[in-house]
């Protein structure tokens, strides 16, 4: 037998033209607006004992809650109020994902999951080298605020970055230390972002719930007129913005063709334009 509602519950009206699942949503609507979860979000089973209502009609209204994005839940934890803070990305400039992070007030951090030189030629033909030439391998997983953000790969020459194998990637940017330890700089390049439903292995890197997409984002990296960097990225949907900036002068345009990266066989001839 259920148990008796809550007195912080509304009693849900079972005579009602409304489901129960979207009165119990509008009541957990309710209860957030008047910040009564501030420090936990109940789970399943005490929103169930809470309401008198079944799971299945406690799932309904948190799967709303998480498309609205009000809560965030990963399989196997408690659900739990969404982030105020968004990570930001400008469209059509070059940005480094660890100061996008600390702008929004988050603490940046990774776990390196690999750093390496090896070959791999799709990437080198992508960056116009031959297929056989070294480069340097850096794998992350990128956490801000304490939380799974992106799991995060990028190849450069070896012949270039080499001396990146000593760095704690740990908490750094990328492009900090090859600056520094490098001398080299990435002056432009070529990005895609398109919106994905990641794999099994990148739900569990990024804690995603099975319903929840996320963002892949390819980038070829430009330095000195040349190709430099290849980076893969995925980013959850549900903590990362992409903005654009338009002006009555300027106005605004999309270049569909940035989206047409080079695929490994057919080098683009354009690609060093930065």
Do not use: N
Not at 105 to 131: F, K, M, T
Request: proline share 7%; glycine share 8%; charged share 25%.
């Amino acid at each position: 037998m259920l148990d008796a509602p809550s007195p912080r519950a509304a009693r849900l009206d079972r005579a009602g033209p409304e489901p129960l699942w979207a009165q119990l949503l509008a009541d957990l609507r309710s209860r957030v607006e008047a910040g009564e979860f501030t420090e936990t979000f109940p789970g399943e089973l005490e929103l169930r004992d809470q309401y008198g209502v079944s799971r299945h009609t406690v799932r309904e209204a948190l799967r709303e809650l998480r498309a609205a994005g009000v809560v965030t839940a990963a399989r196997g934890r408690p659900p739990r109020l969404a982030a105020d803070t968004d990570i930001e990305q400008p469209l059509g400039a070059l940005y480094s994902l660890f100061a996008s992070v600390e702008a929004a007030g988050l603490e940046q951090r990774s776990v390196v999951r690999a750093l390496e030189i090896r070959a791999d030629a799709h990437v080198a033909v992508r960056l116009g080298l031959e297929e056989s030439t070294p480069l340097l391998h850096l794998e992350r997983l990128r956490l801000a605020g304490g939380e799974p953000l992106a799991h995060d790969r990028v190849w450069l020459p070896a012949a270039v970055a080499a001396p990146l194998l000593q760095v704690d990637f740990s908490h750094t940017a990328l492009y900090h230390e090859l600056a520094g330890r490098c001398g080299v700089k990435l002056s432009g390049g070529r990005e895609r972002l398109r919106a994905v439903l990641p794999s099994a292995l990148e739900r569990r890197l990024l804690d995603l719930p099975f319903d929840e997409a996320a963002f892949s984002i390819d980038r070829l990296g430009h330095a000195g007129g040349r190709p430099l960097e290849w980076r893969t990225t995925f980013i959850r949907g549900d903590r990362f913005t992409a903005v654009a900036e338009f002006s009555a002068r300027g106005g605004y345009r999309l270049d569909l063709r940035a989206f047409d990266l080079p695929s490994p066989s057919t080098p683009d001839p354009k690609a060093s334009s930065g």
